[in-house]
């Protein structure tokens, strides 16, 4: 059998949103690894990525930039079948700690950027006769740490805003899943405070950082044909954490 036959995503255009580093990145390399168009959109440069992605820039809070980057996927590749809503920021404040500024900024990414984009794919995904998006929460969407409130408020939505979309579009063979990441080994999480670092991993029953790939398998399995039957699903990749 020649090699394209086996790749999973042959055929499909994906748009993934944060897709310069981390968990985004390694989603958008494996997609196109397995024959996937994609559109890989970050808020600033994003380098070296494989030679077949397509970057483009798109700043998911931003509605006239959905617009623009959506119509112009529509009009190059006549489709889109995956949308990954991945790009995610963190505040790390408790409620009364938080600023409205701090708390709309992470809204903005976190939910009303899912939101935005589901809201844009979804006609194209209608016409083409169905598609799979894929929006990434976090264990903080459904457990608490201390702190972290619009976090956890923005995660928590987007749980719950997929479940909706899930019902609401089942009718056109657009499934919506949630992808839901324990910690990971990314910027992000380099970023933060050695301490909350180590209390999570101390509470993954694992016993380790997951890596961004193990993430990326779990969007594949969503985003491929081999998850037809999936919608309205939490994919929990997270070494244990959930389960206790
Ligand atoms: P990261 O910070 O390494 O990468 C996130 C990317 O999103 C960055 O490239 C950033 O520029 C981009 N981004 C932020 N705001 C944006 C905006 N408004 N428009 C477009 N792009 C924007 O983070 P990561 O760890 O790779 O996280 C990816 C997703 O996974 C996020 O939604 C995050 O909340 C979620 N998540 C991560 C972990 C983890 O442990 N790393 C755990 C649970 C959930």
Redesign the pocket.
């Known amino acids: 059998m020649n090699e394209s036959a086996n790749r999973r995503l042959m055929g499909k255009v994906a748009l993934v949103?944060?897709?310069?580093?981390?968990?985004?990145?390694?989603i958008a390399e494996m997609f196109e690894r397995e024959g996937a168009t994609v559109i890989a959109?970050?808020?600033?440069a994003?380098h070296n990525l494989g030679p077949a992605v397509n970057y483009q820039q798109?700043?998911?809070?931003?509605e006239a930039?959905w617009q623009s980057v959506v119509a112009g996927v529509v009009a190059s590749h006549g489709r889109l079948d995956v949308l990954v809503?991945?790009?995610?920021?963190?505040g790390y404040e408790a409620p009364h700690e938080l600023t409205l500024d701090s708390w709309n900024d992470v809204v903005?990414?976190?939910q009303t950027?899912v939101w935005l984009g589901m809201r844009e794919v979804i006609p194209s995904m209608q016409s083409g006769g169905g598609g799979s998006i894929i929006n990434?929460?976090?264990?903080?969407?459904s457990v608490a740490v201390a702190g972290a409130h619009a976090?956890h408020a923005s995660?928590g939505a987007v749980l719950n805003m997929s479940k909706n979309a899930a019902i609401t579009y089942a009718q056109n063979n657009i499934r919506v899943n949630s992808?839901?990441?324990?910690?990971?080994?990314?910027?992000?999480?380099?970023?933060q405070a050695d301490e909350i670092n180590k209390a999570?991993i101390a509470n993954t029953p694992l016993g380790r950082?997951?890596a961004?790939d193990e993430?990326a398998y779990g969007a594949l399995f969503l985003a491929s044909d081999e998850s037809s039957f999936v919608t309205g699903a939490e994919l929990v990749i997270d070494g244990g954490y959930l389960a206790q």
């Open positions: 949103t944060g897709a310069g580093r981390g968990i985004g990145r390694a959109t970050a808020r600033g994003a798109l700043d998911v809070a931003s930039g809503n991945n790009a995610g920021i963190i903005a990414t976190n950027g990434v929460s976090s264990i903080w969407g976090y995660k992808l839901v990441p324990g910690f990971i080994e990314t910027p992000l999480t380099d970023g999570v950082a997951g961004t993430i």
